[in-house]
């Protein structure tokens, strides 16, 4: 089984079955055995990560919608992601298990990857002269000092 916890320090135990996935397809019309499709959306909709977790986990809490919303944001959202997919991997035979498994971690070191590309780009001195270059191009000559105030006032 796996598990998260949120940012009120309650740990939420996932566990997929077939009562989940059906439950999961009668309250959010998401089917979990849809291939790795879910793995994507949630990747784009943290929003739909937490309603999916509420789901698999509210059989285990009192706790609504609205609070366990308010204690899901930052590296929670991560942590949580991946116990879901862990999760959901161990729903299934050795075989698909195993090869889930290894798309799991190839999503991570797939976005690991990309963030260091991302932030080498912002990092880079020549975006700054590209982005400088085009808004002269675009606007014209820029500066950053304010104009110079007016040494007249028209009369009232």
């Given at each position: 089984m796996h598990s998260f916890t949120d940012n009120n320090d309650r740990t939420w135990a996932i566990e997929i079955t077939v009562s989940a996935i059906k439950r999961v397809k009668a309250v959010l019309d998401i089917d979990l055995l849809a291939g790795g499709?879910?793995?994507?959306?949630?990747?784009?909709?943290?929003?739909?990560l937490c309603d999916l977790l509420f789901?698999?986990?509210?059989?285990?809490?009192?706790?609504?919608?609205?609070?366990?919303?308010?204690?899901?944001?930052?590296?929670?959202?991560?942590?949580?992601?991946?116990?879901?997919?862990?999760?959901?991997?161990?729903?299934?035979?050795?075989?698909?298990?195993?090869?889930?498994h290894k798309t799991i971690a190839k999503i991570d070191d797939l976005q690991v990857i990309a963030m260091d590309v991302v932030e080498a780009k912002l990092d880079s001195p020549s975006l700054e002269a590209k982005l400088r270059q085009y808004l002269q191009t675009t606007l014209g000559e820029t500066s950053t000092a304010s104009p110079a105030a007016s040494g007249s006032t028209p009369d009232p």
């Open positions: 499709k879910i793995f994507e959306r949630i990747a784009d909709d943290p929003v739909l789901v698999l986990c509210r059989a285990d809490t009192t706790v609504t919608d609205e609070d366990f919303g308010q204690a899901m944001a930052g590296d929670v959202l991560d942590a949580a992601s991946l116990a879901f997919m862990e999760a959901l991997a161990d729903f299934f035979p050795s075989r698909r298990r195993a090869l889930m």
